[in-house]
């Protein structure tokens, strides 16, 4: 931590901060310019980082040098993360996984049905929310329970793997119950109980990123799941809210290799909710491979016209089956497989 | 609702979206222009919004037209809502309340010694929190149960009321035991399941806008305690994320006025976290009253370097006072009391 | 144009609005619904936009139809504008084409041996700055006519050709003497008077996407130079900015199929602008051309540490080779040739 | 300036950092921890910061410490800069000086009779476009020299001061003809070109924040001014694009204080453009003097129907006059005139 000083800071406050430190048994160097001083710290972050030091007099800015993150760091972890979802589908590995369905499960059939052809081209999870959140009360809030049944009953049927959010501490029991990962949204990303729950359980976590989150808060999350247990986080990008308007988010494809270059984790991409368009997922998939993702979260419907919600992003089953067969050849390119 | 149709939709397309719309209960009209087409529908948007119309064929765009929220417009009801806080506070009226006091509850008599100085000064409120939504896993989490005794204790003891935040929805029957208002913090903003739960209860709520929630989605968030059962909601403007990095946070005091353009319900101002530089706190206390501000939310730490949370932007005890001093002459120039 | 009305219209302010209408030529159509009445006018976009009818006396919100741009549109050119750089270099065919070079031209020297190694490796064109725009004052503001000179005769020596920023509208005649491109840089692409003036004349421009600007801004700003005459315009994602501060920009890859659906111009992107740093560089070049991107822009460089301006984001030459032989194969992947 | 080194540095690596420092005639100094070791130099940042030095092997970030303007800071002048724009009217001094007037000069008439009902409101400079930077090559482009002329009459009819926007170099010689303060518009506020022509005049020029620039880079462009020797430098915060959308830009009120703690120069806002909404300025003016505004530009048009642009944002004369009065009373609360 560096600790700039103010041109005219006195020495009564340099001494003050430097005490300061030494009470937390810390060690720091005081150099001295000649436009301003600054007082360095190294090691320890923790500790300086409850200090708030910018409050001090005499202190101009206060500057971190240190990630904030442990567990997620490649630091920490040099080698990168599998995660296995069960059923030998593993992510993070040479395999690019594509997770696949509708935004909401909404009755038995349609999923059934939507599971079916995601399968057959080439998806290896089935995805699809039972517990929606919805910015208006009066939307469609999901089937619950029932939901969950009706994506264990599709694994059943096909052999697919099930992703699915999860938004209320309360349901976590029920929801590990009939999933084999856990959806945190975005809109959720900081709710920090519910972080520290999924970081107890054993079920792989797959973590979106909020919209308003940079990547630090990103893993600093995905920190909060780690510390608490559970090593088996993939982090998602889904798009960040900027000034543009005509996509619904903007696709932060950036995040995917820097990511790769901070942490050990897996990262999958979203181009659904990342564009808001299904006009455009298709290629925003195959760039997001290219860029470098373990993985796809894509919205299918059979009717996308009749959808509960996020309707107009899903693709029909056929644009779908035409993405993998696009997405296998820019795969290769890259030294994939899908 | 108008939906604009593509310069070569076909008819069979148009006529696709009209039936739809006529199976829905609803009476479409269609406008047929040189260059394009528009299919607009009015009335029952709430039936109409479930409907992907962007995923039509031959449909460019979709422009909603009414507002999306009901109970929480000016157009469901047309005087000024007052919420109070008991003990004769009351937000939303001629008086501006001032709600005071540390980011953290961090031992009894801090707090007190906190709670007896903003007294002092004029402050209203005595917020602090008990449960804390940290960016790391590493920092300060709060006191939990403890720190919501704490802050009974000095309500107590001084007469002030208490406002303080809730994370989980396991905590409400505890938090409400304790507080007079219950605070959600932004990053819970969009954590449906609790604001379902705080529309339940009868303790008015204070809702802080998301960093990067617009107004209307702030309002469609004090929708989903409305359509509960609560109508004692308190809107707080606390700083939107930008690409501005000298302040913490961007204050977007526009939001005052534009909310007062739309709903009933009572606005306040939170400048601590909104700058993130105590420097800067009296003078966008003082412009938020100007902006129509009902109230303020203000950090003061007795000893802001030993504060576990937020001393950057804390402010000192005599500094407030001497703010509320300055804040209650432009109080008087606005019509209003402090 | 959609003029929505305030519920509370009144019968005077509507018949005022649609005489207004009418004076102007137009045929307005008003639409009567339970909640509120809209009114509505198709065709002549450009005469109703110059009112201000958000100001009028019982409009609520003016919603636009037109998009507000025409010869940049696809609907008045449906074929993909395929821009000549001479010597046989294509934008906007199925050849992808690379620009190369150093952000500043710096000296004879570099240039040309920077030149020669992205030629051998496979750009067709070659980028640097005479004229730089910089933040501040007191860092190196370009060679002027001197670095023109150079990259003149290295387009002598390899046969690449040149594109070049221009920044201030009396420099244009000189600037056009010596590149077969003109670079509109980020911070100009609102600079009316210049966009004007490179409307004249007929070289290509190509023109950068301002870091706070919308892809229909972008568009509005390529209407101009169209407007202007000159038909060759060359459209350039470069990365926007946003909350995101762990690179420089955040490149927003949505923005090329966006354009595509929109315009028939061109689409080149600069992932080193984009992210700023060199790390990232080539694995968003491929993910830029998953996008379907036209085009790429690369800092090169054959000693970063001594580069004047952007060291950070260029490439070494050595970099620079394997990434092109990555990029081949991507390219062949979605049936291009670079 | 502070090189922090990645855990894996080699002693290489670090020794040819030291000796580039030290082949630049700089001082480092290197703090060795345990987990990793920084480098740090202190003064004549200028020299270092043309070294990409994050291009360096071994690099992990860098990290500026000094401000990189000199002129524009407190640091260099501690009294604040009082502009002076002739017949007495100072920007700067204890009264807050009203810039009002039209958005565009449109005729002779309707300038004439805004001016007379602005300045007997109060105003003591007026305002209006005879260039008009305009989004749409097909909008209102001003009457250029003509409106100048019209400017100039009203000045002499009224005793008002004016203050006019330029766009390009070429007609500095013809603006500062007529104009007693040149406006540089926020699509020019990195017209490096432009900055560097209006350095070197001596007409007072008012600089307006561009959408997505921050407070440093408002900073660095003043610096340019004042670089060329024009030392009357007026900042004027207009609002920035964040995601919000209800009003046409975010206000950033804590750049009013942030810039007062960071320069000497006077600080003017303009809630016309800051909000977009006619109704909404008047607040936001109240709240911008509480913020510590030393001036206002506002928008007035007798008949903002007719208005030739952005009369969505324009305020009635008689709207004007009575916002003038409430004005009052708050500059009064914070120790000015009005």
């Given at each position: 931590?560096?600790?700039?000083?103010?041109?005219?800071?006195?020495?009564?406050?340099?001494?003050?901060?430097?005490?300061?430190?030494?009470?937390?048994?810390?060690?720091?160097?005081?150099?001295?310019?000649?436009?301003?001083?600054?007082?360095?710290?190294?090691?320890?972050?923790?500790?300086?980082?409850?200090?708030?030091?910018?409050?001090?007099?005499?202190?101009?800015?206060?500057?971190?040098?240190?990630?904030?993150?442990?567990r997620a760091s490649l630091d920490f972890k040099?080698?990168?993360?599998?995660?296995?979802?069960?059923?030998?589908?593993?992510?993070?590995?040479?395999?690019?996984?594509?997770m696949a369905g509708p935004c909401s499960v909404?009755?038995?059939?349609?999923?059934?049905?939507?599971?079916?052809?995601?399968?057959?081209?080439?998806?290896?999870?089935?995805?699809?929310?039972?517990?929606?959140?919805?910015?208006?009360?009066?939307?469609?809030?999901?089937?619950?329970?029932?939901?969950?049944?009706?994506?264990?009953?599709?694994?059943?049927?096909?052999?697919?793997?099930?992703?699915?959010?999860?938004?209320?501490?309360?349901?976590?029991?029920?929801?590990?119950?009939?999933?084999?990962?856990?959806?945190?949204?975005?809109?959720?990303?900081?709710?920090?109980?519910?972080?520290?729950?999924?970081?107890?359980?054993?079920?792989?976590?797959?973590?979106?990123?909020?919209?308003?989150?940079?990547?630090?808060?990103?893993?600093?999350?995905?920190?909060?799941?780690?510390?608490?247990?559970?090593?088996?986080?993939?982090?998602?990008?889904?798009?960040?809210?900027?000034?543009?308007?005509?996509?619904?988010?903007?696709?932060?494809?950036?995040?995917?290799?820097?990511?790769?270059?901070?942490?050990?984790?897996?990262?999958?991409?979203?181009?659904?909710?990342?564009?808001?368009?299904?006009?455009?997922?298709?290629?925003?998939?195959?760039?997001?491979?290219?860029?470098?993702?373990?993985?796809?979260?894509?919205?299918?419907?059979?009717?996308?016209?009749?959808?509960?919600?996020?309707?107009?992003?899903?693709?029909?089953?056929?644009?779908?089956?035409?993405?993998?067969?696009?997405?296998?050849?820019?795969?290769?390119?890259?030294?994939?497989?899908?």
């Amino acid at each position: 931590m560096i600790i700039v000083l103010k041109p005219n800071a006195t020495k009564k406050q340099i001494d003050h901060i430097v005490k300061k430190m030494e009470k937390l048994g810390l060690k720091p160097w005081l150099s001295e310019g000649v436009e301003r001083s600054i007082v360095g710290v190294i090691g320890k972050e923790d500790v300086i980082r409850t200090l708030p030091l910018e409050g001090f007099p005499g202190v101009e800015k206060v500057i971190p040098i240190l990630k904030p993150y442990k567990r997620a760091s490649l630091d920490f972890k040099k080698t990168p993360t599998k995660v296995s979802a069960g059923g030998g589908v593993v992510i993070g590995g040479k395999e690019i996984i594509v997770m696949a369905g509708p935004c909401s499960v909404e009755n038995q059939k349609i999923l059934l049905e939507t599971a079916k052809v995601v399968k057959k081209s080439g998806a290896k999870i089935l995805r699809g929310g039972a517990f929606k959140p919805r910015t208006s009360p009066y939307s469609f809030q999901g089937l619950g329970e029932v939901g969950l049944k009706y994506l264990a009953e599709a694994r059943e049927r096909t052999g697919l793997r099930v992703v699915t959010e999860i938004m209320d501490v309360r349901t976590l029991e029920m929801v590990t119950k009939y999933t084999d990962i856990i959806q945190i949204g975005a809109r959720n990303m900081q709710n920090f109980d519910l972080l520290k729950e999924v970081g107890k359980v054993r079920t792989p976590v797959l973590l979106k990123r909020g919209i308003a989150s940079t990547i630090k808060e990103l893993l600093m999350s995905a920190e909060y799941i780690l510390a608490g247990g559970n090593k088996d986080v993939i982090l998602c990008e889904r798009g960040i809210r900027t000034f543009e308007t005509f996509t619904r988010n903007t696709l932060d494809l950036n995040a995917v290799p820097a990511l790769k270059s901070l942490t050990h984790l897996p990262v999958v991409v979203d181009p659904s909710h990342g564009t808001g368009r299904w006009g455009l997922v298709s290629v925003m998939a195959g760039a997001a491979i290219a860029a470098g993702a373990d993985g796809l979260m894509i919205e299918v419907h059979p009717n996308p016209e009749e959808a509960f919600s996020d309707g107009d992003q899903s693709l029909l089953p056929a644009k779908f089956d035409t993405m993998m067969k696009s997405l296998r050849k820019i795969a290769k390119a890259v030294g994939r497989t899908l």
